[in-house]
């Protein structure tokens, strides 16, 4: 006699993301389609061909999902640029050319992250957790960041600056927008890396004339 499998524990099938990995994909497509409180635990296991527990045996809630999505992007968005600009930094590569030339192509090259900014935008102005999160990471912590590194390079002598304070809140401004752009005006577009860079170029110009290289 056939051996019934047992429900909300389907065989995984050779190379299938893990179940925990799917969940989150699939929420943040529904987070962000149709809000964070109008999708429920039951419609979020329909969607993975899932029973609820099943769902719940990786989550404990809702909220921990989210949890989840906002720690990916601290992960692969928020921390690995600023480092990379950094490192780079050295070399006389524009602080500026590295942070959107980078964005871009993180964009391009994980689609999973313009789903999530789409969600972010979406949901922040219903949701406190969302909005609270925006503001630190991508407003306080974001011209931080920004204003440390513009103030390495000058220390360095690759850049002569005026006002640091000004000129990141500036600077992340148009980050905020372009994500936004990407992600919300211009969402059925493809993207293709190396257009995103071409457009991104008079702005990156723009920054830079606001950073010469100091005359001898």
Request: some cysteine; aromatic content about 8%.
């Amino acid at each position: 006699m056939t051996a019934v499998p047992r429900r909300g524990r389907p065989v995984r099938v050779p190379g299938e993301r893990p179940t925990r990995e799917r969940i989150i994909d699939a929420a943040v497509g529904l987070f962000a389609e149709q809000g964070y409180e109008g999708t429920s635990m039951r419609q979020l296991a329909a969607a993975l061909g899932l029973t609820e527990s099943a769902v719940y045996r990786h989550f404990r809630s809702k909220e921990a999902i989210l949890e989840e999505i906002l720690d990916y992007v601290e992960r692969e968005v928020t921390k690995p640029l600023p480092f990379e600009a950094e490192a780079r930094e050295c070399e006389g590569v524009s602080v500026f050319k590295t942070l959107l030339e980078g964005l871009a192509e993180a964009f391009a090259s994980t689609p999973a992250l313009v789903r999530i900014a789409r969600l972010l935008y979406a949901e922040a102005p219903r949701n406190e957790k969302v909005r609270r999160y925006l503001k630190t990471a991508f407003e306080e912590k974001a011209d931080a960041l920004t204003e440390a590194m513009v103030a390495r390079c000058a220390e360095r002598g690759l850049l002569e600056c005026g006002d640091l304070s000004g000129l990141a809140r500036v600077f992340n401004s148009f980050r905020y927008q372009w994500c936004y752009q990407i992600a919300i005006l211009d969402r059925d577009l493809t993207l293709d890396p190396e257009k995103l860079k071409r457009d991104l170029q008079p702005a990156i110009g723009f920054f830079e004339t606001l950073c010469s290289e100091p005359r001898a």
